[in-house]
């Protein structure tokens, strides 16, 4: 039998004892943990010390998820502000609701603070951790599906997308299947995530332009993806446009703006990723030094217990004699 619709799960919230468990959230963690690892490894690989994109994780993630909510609530505001409406409802982010444009500004913030303060230079960071970020933004869309939220148009495809009832728009509750635009945006993002690591491996990309070419291909794949969309969010249109589009046009071009000046103003990669290399270097030689003298401490140590067990089986000897 072949499926002829994509279901919606009947629920995105399970209960451990009093404890709620959140498909979203779930969706989010995996997603965050996926780009540190694959965040870590670039880095590592360019040079960087192990453990550094797990420190920069802990600035770029409060940052990012503040900006994610700020950026929904300052451009949905209708939602949560206005007769009838609760403001408190601003702060549940449980119940979805994160701009991805504000994640990536704050995100940013936090990741050049971070970056600051471990001497460590931030485009290299950036470079390191776009491949990562888009492939989180993979597993996020998956909470949408959970949530019912952010489809597409009404179709009849086969991968049609199953709404309940309840968590229809208006205009459109008789419409029971719907363009499944949250597995759009996923397979756009993976597309991308391999463009990026084709590029960087093709053309040892630097100063900013892998984070720059992720702008774009992300930018590229949003526009489209945000026509179909039917929601409520942002429906007020600047020129026939939703705001998101317009958005996504003007990253596009500026991403585009600066890689071309990037590659013309550094067409090598950065030579080292540490802000001062000589300290950097320094503190490596300082640890390779530490390591070895613990590894001739415990050689001096061997070697006295040799000789102590040596002394006692004389003293063992000349007692027998």
């Known amino acids: 039998m072949i499926l002829q619709t994509i279901p919606s799960p009947a629920e995105g919230v399970w209960h451990l004892g009093p404890f709620p468990i959140r498909a979203y959230a779930l969706c989010i963690i995996v997603g965050v943990i996926a780009a540190i690892w694959i965040g870590e490894r670039r880095w590592v690989a360019r040079g960087g010390k192990p453990g550094q994109m797990s420190d920069i994780a802990l600035w770029a993630i409060p940052f990012g998820l503040v900006g994610a909510r700020l950026y929904h609530v300052i451009t949905d505001y209708h939602l949560y502000f206005g007769e009838g409406k609760d403001p408190i409802t601003a702060l549940y982010v449980w119940r979805g609701g994160l701009g991805i444009w504000g994640a990536i500004a704050l995100g940013a913030v936090g990741a050049l603070i971070g970056a600051r303060v471990m001497g460590i230079k931030v485009l290299p960071v950036m470079d390191a951790l776009a491949p990562g970020v888009i492939v989180a933004q993979a597993f996020g869309r998956w909470g949408n599906w959970f949530n019912q939220e952010l489809y597409g148009k009404p179709t009849d495809l086969p991968w049609g997308l199953e709404i309940d009832s309840a968590h ?107 802000r001062n290399p000589e300290v950097a270097a320094a503190e490596v030689d300082s640890d390779a030094d530490s390591e070895e003298g613990a590894e001739d401490s415990d050689a001096d140590d061997s070697d006295a217990d040799a000789a102590e067990a040596e002394d006692d089986e004389a003293d063992v000897a000349d007692a027998k004699d």
């Not at 996923?186 to 992720?214: P, S, T």
């Not at 990253?251 to 990037?262: D, E, N």
């Open 168 to 274: 229809r728009v208006s205009g459109h509750l008789e419409d029971a299947t719907y363009h499944p635009t949250f597995l759009y945006e996923c397979l756009w993002c993976l597309a991308v995530f391999a463009l990026l690591i084709w590029a960087d491996r093709r053309f040892k990309l630097g100063y900013g332009r892998v984070l720059a070419l992720y702008v774009m291909g992300y930018t590229l794949g949003r526009g489209w993806i945000e026509t179909l969309r039917i929601d409520d969010v942002q429906m007020n249109d600047v020129l026939g446009l939703r705001l998101n589009v317009w958005t996504s046009i003007v990253l596009f071009l500026a991403a585009l703006a600066y890689f071309v000046w990037s590659a013309k103003r550094h067409p090598a990669r950065e030579e080292s990723v540490f």
